[in-house]
């Protein structure tokens, strides 16, 4: 049972005990009592989880015994006082509730439980109808795996799975849990996300990297890439991209510098623009490279979050050389032996150029994040009906979220703040990458500075995340914001890293598609970050597909332009 199809399901209660709304507080308490459970869900007429009533809840009414209202309202949250009064379960019930899916691995539900401090949640599937419990002592059972089962699924998943043509120089140790992973590998820049992925493999305690032997050096080193036997394998990949470059038209330096500074226009998580730049100037390609530097390992840890980032400068890239007549040919991931290569794009000929993303252009200057309250404009079906073909163009689906399902996604947006407000490690990453202090906002290079966090959300219901998180930002206003927004979601048929960098495209092409319409948009990543509510943000009809970003779509205030790092940072120019 253990490994990678190691799941929820395998370990959970199937028989639930659970409450309707109407369920009396006595017999909460009596059920609580008899049955020695800490947490019932609370279910409706159609078994779908609702809320969850903890003995925490329950005893709301004796820490609030002896206050009276007024006093009630002036001590603790508005919310701990309802329950104090509350007689039923819909009043004493905690919601929206976390669930996990019955398909979750037993790692990603662990983490959950751990960020959260619950010990029993409600397992669903995707129709959100409770299927069962799963307890922390479930959980623990994941620590218990072999350590030679271990060590086999990181060999097969992860370092030959990332690294084939490194995997036989590689050592991988596992005792009591921790991995030690050593040897020599040929790109140094996938490090941090074969030491991430093996966190990620079930049964692992903690990882010593001792990874080292780099071959290639990317922005502000040489490449060579040759190894001893002699084998240059990068050079093989291009050899055929040599022979048939021709003697033709090429851009000159600065004109490819001007193709890079709209390449890096483009949004990232964040803003921590993850992403180097190589241009080859005998083949006429330019490499687009993942700067895992700048990676999240918490919030993002199987970087798909970066790899997204990356493809919207891909898309970026491709408009701006369409607006130049350029024809190119785009190549996504094409060296399995050297992962941080997110694409290849190499111009084929000048004249001509893809019409429809040169028409393009003109709003990737224009196109910023805006965090101000939308008007409450129905965008029209036809506009919403180029965005979604947009989308397709590049290998993804748009959808907007109606009905329940739009309720949902909102709900999922605020459940994933709420736990980011008590998550250190969250919390940090956040901090790192938000500029609040004057020096930092004038000479910030990247990040999110603060007058690009907008107002603080006093009503409406737009998914807005607060960048300032537990921080005061002096000056900053408060104010209502719409209260029927328009949510769509960015989704691909696959989860790998090349549907991620599809989808990336797919949601700069939305972005740009839609400032040429005079919309103006917001993302919200944040249930995205965690596997739990991401997830249950799935087309419900269908429930395929896998959500790479959700978007705020409307009419409003442009928002300002965020910094970006020099072009000389993130482009190396070679021969």
Known sequence: MYG??????????RSVVALTAGAPFKDIVRTVRTRRISALPV???????????????LLRKEEFR?????????????????KARGVTAAD??????????????????????????????????????????VSRGDLLRVFLR?????AEEVLREVTRGRLPDSAGALRVGVHDGVVTLAGAVGDPAVVPLVEALTRSVEGVVDVRCELSGPRHQLAGGTVSGTDSAGGDKEAAHRRADEETTVNDRAPSDEQVISLVGDAVAAPSMHNAQPWRFRYVRHTRTFELHADYDRAMPYSDPRTRGLHIGCGAALLNLRVALADEGWQAETRLLPHPEQPSLVATVRLSGHGGGDRDLAALHGAVAERHSSRFPFEERRIPDSLRGALAEAACREGATLVYPASWHLQQALDLVREAEARGLTDSGSDRELAEWTRTDAPSVNGAADGVPAYAFGPVRSGGKAPMRDFAGPRQVSGRNSAVFEAAPQIACVSTTHDRPEDWVKAGQALERVLLLATTEGLVCSLATQPLERPDLRWLLRDPKTGAGHPQMLLRLG?????????????????????
Do not use: F
Request: proline share 6%; charged share 25%.
């Open 146 to 150: 072999p350590d030679q089962e271990i």
């Open 92 to 133: 004493l019930m905690t919601s929206p509730a976390i669930t996990v899916h019955a398909d979750e691995t037993l790692a990603g539900a662990a983490r959950v439980m751990a960020r959260r401090g619950i010990k029993r949640m409600p397992v669903v599937d995707a129709d959100g109808v409770l299927r069962g419990i």
């Open 66 to 82: 002896y206050s009276d209202q007024q006093v009630r309202r002036g001590t603790g949250s508005a919310s701990a006082h309802d």
């Open 43 to 57: 279910v409706d007429v159609g078994n779908r989880v609702v809320g969850v009533v903890s003995e925490a809840d």
């Open 4 to 13: 990678s199809d190691y799941t929820v399901s395998d370990v959970m209660t």
């Open 555 to 575: 009419y409003g205030p442009v928002g300002p332009r965020t910094p970006r790092r020099p072009v000389a940072d993130v482009l190396e120019l070679q021969r």
